[in-house]
């Protein structure tokens, strides 16, 4: 049994969410009408998974994910509305540990209901597997809001970037312009896209194109936080953009990002979600539609944290096809569904934790 413990101010939405988890047969169900009751049983209770509306009154989902990562941590799934308050909101939340964010059921939630539960249901059973990063990345940051924190104990060394058997060396073309690196991420990757992407200096001579798994509430806020934080310009593709060296494109969600040339050179795109690809915005797509038109020795494949496979298939053949490819390890990613499954397919040319994932993808390209 999972032991799940929902937190949420509205008693329909708290009705809504108890009638979805009792129908799967293995929750073990707890209530809590706000942050503080939440805390109350946080001990009681001991969840293996909490979600958390983001906006309520009194303690609200953010001060109230804090106290839990300080008090007993454990995968929290944020919900938010679907407002751009909301958004920021979700994406602190992230920053600060949440594994994952969905938005919340809008208007008539009976008519909502069979798109969200199906996503619900998943993102919790990952989330109750889920390695959450906020014992490692957040306390120090914690212990400046919360005097009381105990000392941190110190982490278990992490493993060194493991290199698979052989790749031929790169044939890499001088020009800074004629390469290109694929990104994508799921569950716990906006905090991975922060530890990657603001590592790399401004003069990275290659664009980077990040598909991670997002509604688009929340695609648009995440560009803008990452523009904020790291030396390369980044933003959402919302229309056609040249791709352009030392820049990042994110892909914007519930719709697809892909390479397509134009007269003036290779451009991201946004395209229409296909039913042939069940996660938005599609690593697999993606890589495929670069694939179709850069030499595969010209591409650098990046999967990090994430349930599921999608970007697997791909970046395998990828590398087969005389590319690069770079998986996060096991040890951090918050879910290593998608590089582990990368990783077991053949397909990775380097294995790195997250901390080195930065250093591994300059050395490729430089």
Known sequence: MIRLLVVDDSALM??????????????????????????????????????????????????CLDRIMLERPCPVVMLSSLTG???????EALARGAVDVLEKPAGAVSLEIDRFAPVLVQTVRAAARARPRTALGLTARLRTRHADL????????????????????????????????????????????????????????????????????????????????????????TVPVPLVPGRVY?????????????????????????????????????????LGLVPPRQLVGVLMTGMGRD??????????RGGRTIAEAEATAVVW??????????????IAPLEAIAAELTALVA
């Open 337 to 350: 569904g998608m590089p582990g499954e990368l990783v077991r397919a053949g397909g990775a040319s380097v």
């Open 150 to 237: 105990a000392p941190r104990p110190v982490p278990a060394a992490r493993p060194a970037p493991h290199r698979t058997n052989p790749d031929p060396a790169p044939d890499l073309p001088a020009d800074p312009a004629g390469g290109l690196v694929l990104v994508g991420a799921s569950t716990g990757g906006p905090p991975a896209l922060t530890a990657l992407l603001s590592e790399l200096t401004a003069d990275f001579p290659w664009p980077i194109v990040v598909a991670q798994h997002m509604p688009s509430t929340f695609t648009g806020p995440l560009a803008r936080r990452l523009d904020g934080i790291c030396a390369l310009a980044v933003q959402e593709v």
């Open 85 to 91: 308050e909301g958004a920021e909101a979700s994406l």
């Open 311 to 320: 970007g697997a298939r791909t970046m395998a053949a990828l590398r087969a």
């Open 250 to 290: 994110v892909g914007r969600g519930d719709a697809d990002v892909i390479v397509v040339r134009r007269p003036g050179g290779l451009m991201a795109a946004p395209a229409p979600a296909k039913a042939d690809y069940p996660w938005h915005p599609s690593v697999d797509r993606l890589v495929e539609s670069a």
């Open 14 to 63: 708290r009705k809504v969410l108890g009638a979805i988890f009792a129908a799967e047969g293995d929750f073990d169900l707890a209530f809590a009408r706000d942050g503080l009751e939440a805390l109350d049983l946080l001990p009681r209770f001991a969840p293996d998974v909490v979600t958390l509306d983001v906006t309520m009154p009194g303690l609200d989902g953010l001060a």
